[in-house]
């Protein structure tokens, strides 16, 4: 689980662990236990309570330009801290959180009350206090802006899951967090809801995730200036990162971890294949066969009006007509042309004609 966290904050690809060979369904629904995250701005609030000190313990003005340190104070009862030195370094992004499962006394803090995830399926909240800044100058502050996220344990009912090749698509995802009733069999949290399944988690299992959670969302500090240090691996690189993008990416990894675990249940789904369909309408069929009917119509007229008995000319109907053919001048005498004839009398005398002609090839 753990390094489904880490691939999540640090935005890492996991594949998810399904079958498919072609392209394939899961209509669903399949419920399964996950976690979900939920941020808002608290920027208003947070810096009403803010207090400066100088070094002295003198209460300043945050603009002060002198050495101090400033402590605000969130709705969840969180406290935030930011140190200010003009000449050298100045918090940039405050980053820390606390577990929603252990009691919170005035300041903060936790206190020692057992372990309770009875009340409520929030585990952790995170705050991110950042000092907005301009574009084109690390030294001129705009603002301030403090972002609350809240983790907490969910269901998530997942319908219309198709996929198709290595990708796989969730069509619809509907989580139910808040509306979860929660009680402790057998050091496991039970987690039910109308309309879905009973699901179960180890107590163990939720303290591990809450104490990683613990450890690197708790005091976290990005710092600006000469003289800032920086901080390596993950502790480095949460402070730089957009609080709700982090937090979504890596509640999804755990969902997704939970649902690809040893613990999976297989779903059967279905396989879509490509077929060829061909689907004849018969009345597209009406015109082309009209068309052919007629063509065929007027061939069979073309053929009865072009036969020999109807008195064609019969230099017109042989080629042997036009080897004793002459011309004969024409009787008008605006015309200057003549009439091609033939001195046959019938098609009898032609044929009796054709079988004496014999043709030379000359040259």
């Known amino acids: 689980m753990q390094g489904a966290m880490i691939a999540g904050l640090f935005g890492y690809e996991i594949p998810s662990n399904f079958n498919c060979s072609s392209v394939c369904s899961w209509p669903g629904p399949f419920t399964t236990l996950g976690f979900h995250q939920e941020c808002r701005n608290i920027t208003v609030e947070t810096l009403a309570t803010k207090i400066c000190r100088s070094v002295d313990g003198d209460e300043v003005d945050d603009t002060a330009q002198s050495t101090h340190n400033c402590t605000l104070m969130t709705p969840s009862k969180i406290p935030l801290f930011t140190d200010v030195s003009p000449t050298s370094k100045r918090t940039g992004v405050y980053l820390t959180g606390k577990t929603i499962s252990f009691p919170l006394n005035n300041t903060g803090e936790e206190t020692d009350a057992s372990f309770n995830m009875t009340k409520s399926p929030n585990i952790f909240t995170a705050i991110r206090y950042n000092i907005v800044r301009d574009d084109n100058s690390d030294t001129v502050i705009l603002g301030e802006d403090i972002q609350e996220c809240t983790v907490s344990v969910a269901a998530h009912t997942y319908t219309d899951i198709r996929a198709s090749g290595n990708t796989l698509t969730i069509g619809h995802d509907d989580i139910v967090s808040a509306q979860l009733s929660i009680k402790e069999v057998d050091s496991r949290f039970i987690y039910s809801s109308p309309g879905i399944p009973d699901l179960a988690i180890q107590q163990n299992d939720l303290k591990v995730i809450i104490g990683f959670l ?4 708790t005091d976290k500090t990005l710092e ?31 969902t997704q971890r939970i649902a690809d675990g040893p613990n999976r249940q297989v779903m059967v789904g279905k396989t879509i294949e490509r077929v060829v369909f061909v689907e004849a309408w018969y009345p597209m069929l009406a015109l082309p066969v009209f068309v052919t009917t007629m063509a065929l119509l007027l061939l069979l007229f073309t053929m ?31 015309l200057t042309g003549g009439a091609l004839q033939c001195d046959f009398r019938d098609l009898k005398d032609l044929k009796r004609k054709t079988k004496a002609a014999t043709v030379q090839k000359v040259g």
């Open 214 to 217: 613990r450890s690197e969302f």
């Open 224 to 254: 600006l200036g000469l003289s800032a240090k920086e901080e390596l691996g993950l502790s480095g690189s949460l402070p730089t990162q957009d609080l709700k993008d982090a937090l979504t990416r890596m509640t999804l990894r755990m």
């Open 304 to 334: 009865w009006q072009s036969r020999s008995s109807t008195g064609t000319a019969l230099w017109k109907s042989s080629a042997l007509a036009l080897l004793y053919h002459n011309v004969r001048p024409s009787d008008d005498p605006l």
